[in-house]
Each structure stands twice: as C-alpha cells, then as structure tokens.
C-alpha cells in the first residue's frame, strides 16, 4: 500500500510501470504470487459481490465492465474484445481497473490490465489445472498461439511443472513467435503441423484462440481419456473452440455459471446441463478429479474476482514501491461540501498567473 | 479532438485541468454549452444502449456503474456515494469517467467526473425545466445548500434566467457559504430560515439534501399550484426528499423510469404510477406543462447518458488544446499479438539500464 498521500491523488500504474513491477518480481514469480491470491479469493466466495459481466455489444466487438466486492474492497475492470483491431495494429483486448475502498468510496488505484489480465488468465488456468489435471502431467498441447500463449506457458510451468510444450497455431507465423519468446526458458517446445499432431501425449490441452465464431478447434476424437482441457479462448456468445460431443464426455468445471452458461463452452449445452463451480473445488466442498480415465474441462471465461484478485496483489505489491504516477483524478476542496469554492479559488489565484487557464 | 497521438495514450483530464476547462469556457457559458449536449442526447434517445446503473452497496455508501453507448461512441462513469465521507474531509460524491471509440473499444479520454457530474446534473435540471417550468419564472427556491447548489443556481440562471433565489439548509453555515460564493454574479439571493419561507413566492423549487434516509424536506401544503419541482437529491432506495401527497398531485417527470422506479422520489409509489419520460418532451412526442395550475416534478437521479453526454463535450472542447495529459494505459507491443514480446524487449533494454526494474 503507498505511503499516506493528498486525498486528491490516486495511484497510477502504466504500463511500463506494469512491466517493470512483472520484470523485477521475476514472470514465473509474478504468475505464482497472483495464482495464490486468485486461489485465496475462490476460496473466500460466499463473501464476494458478484454479478456478469456487463457488456455492450457492438458490430465489430464488445466494451465490458467487471466489478466484484469483498465488503472491504471494490475493483472493476474495462475490458474490449475486438478481433479486428490487429489490422490496424491495436490489441484485441486492452484493459485497465481500479481497486476502491468500500467504506469511503474512493479510489485505491488505477492500473493497466492488459498485462495484468494476459497474467491473471493464465494465473487462473494454472490454480484451475492445480486441482482438475492428472497428477504429474508434464506435457501440455498449446493451441491457438498469440498475446496469451506464452503466458499460460510460464503459469503452467511455475505451478504445475509442465516441461514439454506442444504448440500449433493456424499461423505458423505466431507458433515460430511464441516458440522464440519462450526459447531461452528451458522448456522442450515442439511446434506441431495441426492441432491433432499437438495433442498427442499431451495431459494438459490449452486451447486459446481468439476468432469470434463457432470454431471447432478440436474435434471428440481427438480427446483421450485422462486429459484435461484447459479452454480459454471460448469467452463470449457466439464464440466457441470445442465441439460439443467433447463437453458431453466431460467433466466441466466454471467460475461463475449465470456467466458462462452465456459465454463459455457450455453454450452449446442445455440450460440445465451439470456444472461444478471452481470454488466448490478449491475449497474442498466437491470432489474435482475422480478417476484416471474422466476427462476435466476448465471452460475458463474470466470472471470479476480474478480481477479483483489482480488487483488486490499489485496493490499490496506497490507497499514501499515508488513504481507508481500520480493522478490527480479526485476533487479535494478545502470544505467537503464546498466543490464550487474550488473553482472561485482557482479563479481567484488566476488572477495572479492568468495563462493559467487561458484556453 | 486531441490530435494524433501513440496508440498507447489516453488522454487525461485531472481536476486542475477541468477547473481550468470550466473558467477559461467561463462557468456559465459551459453550463450553457453542456446542456445542449445533453439536451441533444436525449433528442437520440432511441440510438442509446441503456442500462440502469450497477450498484454495489455497502453499509456506508455506494459504488456505481454507469455505462451508455450511442453506436459510435461508448461511455461509464464511477461514482461513490459516501455521506459520511464529510466527516473524514472527503467528498461525499466522487466520481471518473471514460469515453471509448466503438469501433476499436480504445478509450479516448479519462476524466475526473466530480466536478463535471456536479455540473451535468444541473445542466440536465436546467434543461428539464426550460420545457417544464412555468413561462418566465424568476424566482427559484434552493433547498439544500451543498455541494450542487451554487451549480444548480448558475444553469437555472444561464439557462432560465432566473434572477432571485431563495436559500435554504438545516446548516445556516452552508447558506452562508453559498450565499457567498454566488454574492458577485449578480443574483438576488435571500437566505431563510426554514423551507416553508423559502418556497414563498417562488416558481421553481429545488431540492438537493444529501441525508441518505426517506426526509420531508417538502410537505404538501407548501407547494402551490403551477409550480415546477426539480427535485436533484432523491437518487437511490432509502433516500426521498418529498411527501408522497405532493407526488400524487404531480405530472411526473423521469429519466429512465427503470432506474428511477428504484431510485427516484417514485420508489414511494406503485411501480405502475403513470410517469412521463423527459426525452419524450423534449422530441416532442409528449406535450410537458399543460396548463398554469398544474404541478410538474422533474425526479431526478441522474442517468449515464447524460454523463456520456458530459464526456462528450469535454471530449469535443480538448480539440487543439492541451489542457490534459498523457496516460501509458494501453499496451502497445510492435507487433498486436506479441504482448509477451514487450516484456522481452523491456528486459533486454534494461540489460542496459539495471536500475529501471529493480524493486
């Protein structure tokens, strides 16, 4: 947490601060202290406010608001999701948050969450996969190979030792990137030819492509029995990577299930279809993996308390840290209730220095 | 429109530089201006992605969301609602906000929203009352004096051309003040000692307390006939300003009845109670005040497109200014889906310089 500040200032992290912050903690440490934080806010669930994501759907993509409360913090995320952004060199998803507190209101931090959300997805996969894949797995299929490849990569190694990577993308262009980007770090990559060649062996089957349609990234024959699926790319409606006879052999586990039913695999699904909620796992109320031969699905969305968690560990990371702006983002009027003062005083002090607040 | 600039800034508007915004335009004259936003919005009405605002509440206070999209531009706003904040030195409302391009969901502008949201409710309050208040009212009743009050006085004036306002607080100290900061604009302003002395002889009556509790700040026998109530400070459950009798003699009113039903004076009513939307009024499609006798009420809570309309003009007035400065809150890798890439680079440039990611 800063140091006592002016109420008027509200701590910014950019994006090079980001970095810095991911850089100096170390990218495997960073993915491991964030998955415990994300693990310790599923097991707190009963205590957190929460509610879909609100979106507002638009031709070519969708603006997203996502906030969750514990009852002493607040966070929100804005998030987009527009695929044809890469034409004109923009991401597809850029993010930024803002951590309050509840009893006053105000503002903790602002931050960048493009960065940050790539980490906490992949941060989240890996807790998910902690209590859902088949122990020991050493072999992970990565398919779909752009901005959140490599990221699930580290968090698959750091939290579940994943040596061997098998990575293929319909661009083979992106599977090259993504195989350098992670060629000094000591993992067997193998870049594959197609998705069915990338899921041989593999116990862990990430899947994170980012087409907005109805995609049958794998197809049933391709899933044996044991594996786990990790299905991060399918996160809104209309936008799916599995074919539906894989979901109905699996075992499917999601964070929030009034979101995903809209959003996740399991729109192909029935209404009703089983689900088990992720926390009910993680806290021990439900058994997760039962047998060497059931298949586990993580029909991962992204929810709101991921992003809370997020946030909650870059604040408490700033304790002490000077990696941080400050914006001047709030009124502070000498009197509380004298907002329109402000403004007289600022006239009045123009007075003196009148370029100030010529136009 | 700023100009063109790295894909990786958004432009910010701090408190200083809105202060500086409103005096150089001149506080009236952007009243003035910022009501014909909004006042243009509510002409769109249809064109709107609407949604009553995502509250989370907490004992002391409330966290909102409040997002609204017209197609090509999308907007939210977060805002607090802290009574007792004042305690503390702090505002009982602050809010920010965010303008987004639809197209890409990049963020244009972030801006402090507590001065503009003190400023955009009372241009929204001018402009209901310009079609709903009698002909040629010149006196005002102002029941409240807080933060919105001087605001309310300033757009009734630029607006309607008020010219005598009648004050009133339980808190003689917050008459005074407003008494003060308003003393050189050349308005006719009688402090009085109750809100029965306050409403005499006026055309116009508002309402702005703060108490978060269901108060009679007006009773009925204090409201006669033809008179337009613009009542600001009922806006969330729990929370009215007038005796339900005064609502059954009125012509009611709302800005999105959804919100308002919940939010609004209204919450004292049946949840059938025939309301009037404003932007029907002011299209045309509904007639306003029909007659000298009748009792209008404008229930104002305040919705996110007038707030989309505020970032709007803001957004509009920063064309070839540089009254705000430049946020790194985007990512923005060389290649779009290289966004570990960044981190690379960022680490292999600080090979060179150690000292820029060290904790």
Chains 1, 2 share one sequence.
Request: aromatic share 6%.
């Amino acid at each position: 947490m800063p140091a006592e500040q002016n109420l008027n200032i509200v701590p910014f992290i950019s994006v090079e601060n980001m970095m810095d912050l991911v850089l100096s903690t170390g990218t495997e440490t960073f993915l491991k202290e964030l998955a415990a934080y994300v693990e310790e806010d599923f097991r707190r669930w009963d205590l957190f406010d929460k509610v879909a994501r609100i979106a507002s759907h638009s031709r070519d993509g969708v603006i997203e608001l996502m906030p969750a409360s514990d009852g002493a913090l607040y966070a929100f995320k804005y998030v987009n999701g527009h695929p044809k952004n890469t034409k004109s060199g923009r991401q597809t998803v850029t993010a930024f948050g803002v951590l309050s507190d509840v009893d006053s209101g105000y503002p903790l931090l602002l931050s960048e969450m493009t960065i940050l959300t790539a980490l906490r997805t992949a941060a989240t996969s890996a807790v998910a996969a902690k209590h859902l894949a088949p122990k020991g797995a050493k072999t992970m299929a990565l398919i779909g190979n752009g901005a959140q490849s490599e990221f699930q990569a580290l968090a698959f190694r750091s939290l579940l030792g994943i040596e061997n990577l098998r990575l293929y993308d319909i661009d083979p262009a992106a599977t090259e990137r993504c195989r350098r980007n992670l060629s000094h770090l000591g993992l067997n990559i193998t870049a594959c030819r197609s998705a069915e060649e990338a899921v041989e062996g593999a116990q862990i089957i990430t899947t994170a492509t980012a087409d907005k349609q109805n995609a049958t990234i794998l197809s049933d024959n391709m899933i044996g029995p044991g594996v786990h699926i990790n299905a991060v790319g399918g996160d809104c409606p209309g936008k799916t990577e599995l074919h539906r006879d894989i979901l109905l052999r699996s075992s499917i586990f999601v964070e929030y299930p009034p979101q995903t039913r809209v959003e996740g695999e399991i729109q192909q699904l029935a209404p009703d279809h089983p689900v088990t909620e992720l926390w009910k796992v993680i806290t021990g109320q439900t058994t997760g993996r039962e047998s060497d031969t059931q298949i586990t699905l993580f029909d991962s969305v992204g929810f709101a308390t991921e992003d809370f968690s997020a946030l909650r560990y870059v604040y408490d990371k700033l304790n002490g840290s000077t990696r941080f702006e400050k914006l001047d983002l709030l009124a502070d009027p000498d009197e509380p209730r004298d907002l329109f003062g402000m403004l007289l005083r600022r006239q009045a002090a123009a007075q003196n220095s009148p370029e100030m607040i010529t136009a």
